[in-house]
């Protein structure tokens, strides 16, 4: 059974910060790809950053380009998504993600992540 437990939610103002983190196992991290995905209530989720755990490779959406980072800690089998200048729109539940089957060369494929953490809410204000 594979456990992705985000934590790092929570409220906050206008133009200030949080990091969110995802833990789990080093058999899902390891070499694989890890994003974050954000869902507006009566929404579909949508991917906003991936990271590649072996090779570093990131990508964002553009919605959070330049605000937000994604990194990872190989110590702690840990990914983690530092928002800046957080806006009203970017209020959503938040989830960790990974791949079902480790790093599949090029880049990273959000649409083929399988595991699922149980989402941080994340609001804005």
């Known amino acids: 059974h594979v456990q992705l437990v985000e934590s790092g939610g929570g409220e906050v103002q206008a133009g200030g910060s949080l990091r969110l983190s995802c833990s789990t196992s080093?058999?899902?991290?390891?070499?694989?790809?890890m994003g974050w995905f954000c869902q507006i209530p009566g929404q579909e989720r949508e991917a906003i950053a991936s990271i590649g755990t072996g090779v570093g490779l990131t990508a964002y959406h553009d919605s959070v380009k330049g605000r937000s980072t994604i990194s990872h800690d190989n110590a702690k089998n840990t990914v983690y998504l530092q928002m800046n200048s957080l806006k009203p729109e970017d209020t959503a539940v938040y989830y960790c993600?990974?791949?079902?089957?480790?790093?599949?060369?090029?880049?990273?494929?959000?649409?083929?992540?399988?595991?699922w953490g149980q989402g941080t809410q994340v609001t804005v204000s």
């Open positions: 993600a990974a791949d079902t089957h480790g790093w599949r060369g090029s880049y990273c494929r959000s649409t083929l992540f399988g595991y």
């Open positions: 080093r058999k899902t991290f390891y070499n694989n790809c």
